[in-house]
């Protein structure tokens, strides 16, 4: 199971990564936007970067019990992300969970930049 995300910007590719990794853990649409949650994450180049950044988000939900609607990228390069997550507390009767993703792979992994388009490609161990 995988995903493919796009952007104008490399943050914006990394938002859209993240957002579409919940998508397929949870119905977005029924979590509320009550809180901002910090995120940063670090890697030792783009590719490994973003396979850190999902691993992070994944440990807040697994580990923290939280639901992430959307993410803002405020600083990111080729080495570390630091963003907000926003969302709220996870709550099993309300939030209908999809897949379970375990974590993120290096598997068929892309993060290219083409004409000013950022693409992503990531495929996840469930």
Known sequence: MGIRACG????????NCARGMMSLMLDLEKI???RRVRLAAQGRERESLLVSWLSEILYRVEAEGWAFRSFEVSEISDTSVRAWGTGEALDPERHVTGAEIKAPTYHMLELREEKGRWTAQVIFDV
Do not use: L, T
């Open 8 to 15: 104008s910007s490399m943050s914006e590719a990394f938002e």
């Open 32 to 34: 509320r936007p009550e």
